[in-house]
């Protein structure tokens, strides 16, 4: 693991979920710029 001296300041049990929710927020983020921006994006998600 290349960064194994972070967990020595930040316990697993904090840091994974504040990880895992920042990649969750990005992303939902990302979904929802290509929903109110694009024209395809919503029709694919239609069918």
Do not use: C, E, Q
Not at 20 to 47: C, D, K, Q, R, Y
């Amino acid at each position: 693991m290349n960064n194994s001296r972070m967990w020595l300041v930040v316990k697993p049990t904090i840091g994974l979920p504040l990880l895992l929710g920042g990649v969750w927020i990005v992303s939902f983020l990302v979904h929802s710029a290509l929903l109110a921006n694009t024209s395809w994006f919503p029709a694919f998600f239609g069918g």
